[in-house]
């Protein structure tokens, strides 16, 4: 089984408080539900798995990705104080699904759990990990490599009220296309000033018995 153990972006810490993420000076990694948040000013994006007798750093289509075996999670001085309970689902942008999917096979044994299929004029591929899933687009131009994050709430309602009362430009909560129970907002990044497209979605109900 696979896990994302951590994500690296290139933002400005400051911008991530206002979404929950308290920021201490000496401090630029947040824990969620197991999954590590850096967050750093320079350096280089990227991610790592957890794998079960795997342990090796190589780069997927431009990513730089770490790939080690299940241990305890990684220290984060700062805990994540706001409404972030998970990772829904992480975005990827890549100019050739056939080869993002070939990296994933060879590195993580992975194959994607649905596509290459269309919604929207867009190709793309799906992973379901254990504790998320990877949403894989093609595109022709652009910034390619990890281009954004969804993370859950208990209550996305809330969620969007407590951020905006920090002083950060919310959109409007809105059902989710893809399950109409779920709540969902964004972050307006080209607003607030953060490089990386953010979301929140109310957590997934539990499926009632029979």
Same mark, same amino acid.
């Given at each position: 089984?696979?896990?994302?153990?951590?994500?690296?972006?290139?933002?400005?810490?400051?911008?991530?408080?206002?979404?929950?993420?308290?920021?201490?000076? %000496?401090?630029?990694?947040?824990?969620?539900?197991?999954? =590590?948040?850096?967050?750093?000013?320079? *350096? =280089?994006?990227?991610?790592?798995?957890?794998?079960?007798?795997?342990?090796?750093?190589?780069?997927?289509?431009?990513?730089?990705?770490?790939?080690?075996?299940?241990? &305890?999670?990684?220290? &984060?001085?700062?805990?994540?104080?706001?409404? &972030?309970?998970?990772?829904? !689902?992480?975005?990827? !942008?890549?100019?050739?699904?056939?080869?993002?999917?070939?990296?994933?096979?060879?590195?993580?044994?992975?194959?994607?759990?649905? *596509?290459?299929?269309?919604?929207?004029?867009?190709?793309?591929?799906?992973?379901?990990?254990?504790? =998320?899933?990877?949403?894989?687009?093609?595109?022709?131009?652009? !910034?390619?490599?990890?281009?954004?994050?969804?993370?859950?709430?208990?209550?996305?309602?809330?969620?969007?009220?407590?951020? !905006?009362?920090?002083?950060?430009?919310?959109?409007?909560?809105?059902?989710?296309? %893809?399950?109409?129970?779920?709540?969902?907002?964004?972050?307006? @990044?080209?607003?607030?000033?953060?490089?990386?497209?953010? &979301?929140?979605?109310? @957590?997934?109900?539990?499926?009632?018995?029979?």
């Amino acid at each position: 089984m696979v896990s994302l153990a951590s994500l690296t972006f290139i933002d400005k810490k400051p911008l991530w408080d206002k979404i929950g993420f308290s920021t201490v000076e %000496q401090s630029d990694a947040y824990s969620v539900r197991g999954t =590590t948040i850096f967050i750093t000013e320079s *350096g =280089t994006q990227g991610w790592g798995f957890t794998k079960e007798g795997c342990d090796k750093e190589v780069t997927i289509c431009g990513i730089k990705t770490a790939v080690k075996p299940p241990s &305890a999670p990684v220290s &984060a001085s700062t805990g994540c104080s706001g409404p &972030a309970s998970g990772i829904d !689902h992480v975005v990827v !942008h890549t100019t050739s699904l056939a080869d993002f999917k070939e990296g994933f096979r060879e590195h993580l044994g992975v194959l994607p759990r649905r *596509g290459p299929v269309t919604i929207k004029g867009r190709n793309m591929l799906f992973y379901l990990l254990t504790n =998320t899933v990877l949403e894989v687009v093609e595109i022709k131009s652009g !910034h390619t490599g990890i281009w954004g994050v969804t993370f859950t709430s208990k209550n996305a309602t809330e969620a969007r009220k407590y951020i !905006h009362e920090r002083g950060c430009s919310v959109s409007p909560a809105r059902v989710s296309y %893809q399950n109409k129970e779920r709540f969902i907002f964004t972050i307006r @990044e080209h607003v607030n000033g953060m490089k990386t497209p953010v &979301a929140f979605i109310d @957590e997934r109900k539990p499926r009632s018995k029979m």
